[in-house]
RNA sequence: GGAAGUGUAGCAAAGUGGUAAUGCAACUGAUUGCUAAUCAGUGAUCCUGUAAAGGAUUCAGGGGUUCGAAUCCCCUCUCUUCCGCCA
């Protein structure tokens, strides 16, 4: 959420910085809601003002014993008024609330313009792009070996875009969340929490999600209003909603292993085939809550954090840069990571590192105590992955492949595996 | 799922229809001096205002009764205890 404040000071401003990201910001029809609002609100208070007073004499009156009924009389219609006043101000608060959360974020100056993600801006590449002297197969292929990785028991279980695997397959998957959250914790000094995978639309709200993507989510039929998860950045970043931290505890760092669910609404036709978009994937995230000064410092830092799981798994990528276009609704700057995939011959992204500034904080009321000024200011959030799970398998067996059509197993996975060291 | 309680500011805790006591913590200021004490001020959100200041809202959430609601009524939620069920 946008700073209202600012909004109001400056909205052309704001709006043209909207058009960064193709996002048309109406001026004429902000301003006159907001001045309408002023009035009603003014008149509001008056009534408000007057009633008070008024209940207060009437009060005063009774105790010493006063005949109240002429003060009753003079304020007989009073109530009605002040009702209407107060409905009418009510709706037209939640118009302008409603219009101020369907705007997204602010982008960084830094971030490089463009339309899609065709602009995006490669930072830099690590590793060596494996040369294979056979004939290469892709994931699907290589996983089907024994019904490694099932496809078909996944459409029988549910339905498309969900997947079964079995022995070692499931083995390394699950090492690959091991491993994440080891190094993490351990190496990157990433607390480790535990989620609900069921949010209320509060918690999504916060985050951004809510109200404008709910149809990329799953929603329980429950009674209360439920959701799956789509990141674990919703329940981490939720946990200091309605939060006044202390400044000492920044910044806060959490390290959160989840399963993630995706309605891919909207993305009929895209990689259809094998594990690259699932309804259901493992994701390790890393999220931070940070003062603002230390904000873009940390979402640097944190970007190094993901890349250095890909360079233990000794996996070829490239960091980039994403543009105005391509950035989400809540980030201000994002850096993507894209792994290498020899079968698909491109880099696809893997990790999405963002930066969201006071947009998310501002949203959740997520604040901390500024010793300096005494005050109680909003704080900055950052997350990313550290990396998608499913992803990374696919990187692996496409990377590692044999001739046989066997995988290796990465060095640093052998000890999650009880040293086992290929598979297929 | 059934029954009975419960929810008040960072924490604790009064307040049963007249407009949110008090204690601790934290912060600011003053005074006295020795590892601090005493006194005064300061809850949160929003609005008007250059400011000084003023006003509104806020007692788990939502609705209702009333001139006036933390207080009375209805619905929902949280937590606690007991019973039932259960990995």
Known sequence: MLDIKRLRQNPEAIAEQLKRRSYDFDVESFNSLEQERK???????????????????????????????????????????????ED?????????????????????????????????????????????????????????????MDFEAGVKLTGARFVVMRSHMARMHRALI??????????????????????????????????????????????????????????????????????????ITHVCHTPCFRSEAGSYGRDTRGLIRQHQFEK???????????SLQKVTELLGHAEVILQKLELPYRVVELCAGDTGFSATKTYDIEVWLPAQNTYREISSCSHFGDFQARRMMARYKNTKTNKNELVHTINGSGLAVGRTLVAILENYQQADGSIRVPDILQPYMGGLQKIG
């Open 39 to 85: 009035a009603l609100s003014i008149r509001t208070q008056e009534l408000q003002n007057e009633r008070n007073t008024r209940s207060k004499s009437i009060g005063q009156a009774k105790a010493k014993g006063e005949d109240i009924q002429p003060l009753l009389a003079e304020i007989a219609d009073l109530g009605d008024s002040l009702k209407t006043a």
């Open 88 to 148: 009418e101000l009510s709706v037209l608060n939640q118009t302008i609330h409603h219009l101020l959360m369907s705007i997204p974020n602010l982008l960084d100056e830094s971030v490089p313009e463009g339309k899609s993600e065709d602009d995006n801006v490669e930072l830099r590449q690590w590793g060596t792009i494996p040369h294979f002297d056979f004939t290469i197969k892709d994931h699907v292929d290589l996983g089907a070996a024994d019904g490694l």
């Open 178 to 251: 091991q491993f994440m959250l080891n190094t993490h914790s351990d190496e990157h000094g990433y607390q480790e929490v535990y989620v609900p995978y069921i949010v209320n639309a509060d918690s999504l709200r916060g985050t951004g999600q809510l109200p404008k993507f709910e149809e990329d989510l799953f929603k329980l039929d429950s009674e209360q209003e439920y959701y799956l998860i789509p990141t674990a950045e919703v329940p981490v970043t939720n946990l200091f909603r309605d939060t006044i931290i202390k400044e000492a505890d920044l910044p």
């Open 284 to 294: 390790v995230e890393l999220v931070q809550i940070v003062k603002p000064e230390d």
